[in-house]
């Protein structure tokens, strides 16, 4: 599968961003779905996660309450929407596939990756 993710921009803190992620191929509905991000010098940071059937999802705690994750089968279509963002929310931010039943929050577990994009939270 084939990702390619949207959406990022310079905002301001407090302002909300939504970030797609349009997957290609005939089984996007089988995969979990997630969104990472990564800052220069750190590892990627797992944000947000999505089953198969989009009944489960987790959040790491310093998003909960402000990002919600959401998928749209009918679209391969993942999008995050990101409400009162913070300074510290600024990173480059990735969707990923996993092909398997199991939502995990390591990147290495994850099968297929997009091409990232920036997200800018000014203070």
């Known amino acids: 599968v084939q990702l390619q993710a949207s959406g990022g921009g310079l905002v301001q803190a407090g302002d909300s961003l939504r970030l797609s992620c349009a997957a290609s191929?005939?089984?996007?509905?089988?995969?979990?779905m997630a969104w990472f991000r990564q800052v220069p010098g750190k590892e990627r940071e797992f944000v947000a996660g999505?089953?198969?059937?989009?009944?489960?999802?987790h959040y790491t705690d310093s998003v909960k309450g402000r990002f919600t994750i959401s998928r749209d089968d009918a679209k391969n279509t993942v999008h995050l929407q990101m409400n009162s963002l913070k300074p510290e929310d600024t990173a480059v931010y990735y969707c990923?596939?996993?092909?398997?039943?199991?939502?995990?929050?390591?990147?290495?577990?994850?099968?297929?990756w997009g091409q990232g994009t920036q997200v800018t939270v000014s203070s």
């Open positions: 990923a596939a996993r092909n398997n039943a199991l939502l995990l929050v390591l990147a290495k577990n994850y099968d297929y």
């Open positions: 191929g005939r089984t996007f509905s089988t995969y979990v």
């Open positions: 999505i089953t198969q059937s989009g009944i489960g999802t």
